[in-house]
């Protein structure tokens, strides 16, 4: 018998890299076997990169990526309880609106303040109060009055008379009268001045009576009868009528 070959080995200072280099160049010399002669197309040599990553880091160098997004993948059930659907029970009900209580929250067109012609026996500068009409005339100068809408003294609270304007106030303090708090309990003895306040932005107080021409916190309520006798107008109107009269202007209330 001869010699038995020899068994080779490779240095074990050979690292991985050096060792895939040479898997690579052997499967080279594989293909260019008897097989290659024949005529047979030899597949293209492997080419390792000693970088693994390069392609995952050449990928994110494409033109156009700027970020890489990282997703939620689907058919994963993510615990966010704050996402899911309250129970019916739990939900905060939806503002029902009801039309028809809109539309009485509204002051009618009529009522909006107008120029109108007048022609009746006040001269110009005096204030005339249609209570039947539910009208404020201020007579102008020219031949027309200034015309506003107001809201009167409901049944059995009418009256009629001429005043004149003793005194002007401006987001009025209110302090019902005893004979009111009688009536209504539930008033209080002194309301300061203020939106909340039924007296308005400004009152107009007609002689030494306990009438006035004053605002409202309720403009819906213009063009009706409602009042304990006063005579309301809207806050916009009655600051405006506040800025054309002065104390001793003559009030007609008819």
Known sequence: MGPSPRKKFLPASIGPTCALVCLA???AGLSSGPAAHAGQVAPPPLMLSPNLTEPW???LRQ????SVRYGQPRGIQVNRPWLRPQPANMRTPARVQNPAAQRSRQIAPQFLPTIVAYSGPHKPGTIVIDTNERFLYLVQRDGTARRYGVGVGKPGFEWAGTHKITRKAEWPDWRPPAAMRKR????PVFMAGGPENPLGARALYLGSTLYRIHGSNEPWTIGQAV???CIRMRNEDVEDLYERVGVGTTVYVI
């Open 63 to 66: 033109p156009g990526r700027t």
């Open 57 to 59: 880091m050449n990928q």
């Open 25 to 27: 160049l052997g499967l």
């Open 184 to 187: 209504r309990p539930d008033l």
């Open 227 to 229: 009042s304990s006798g």
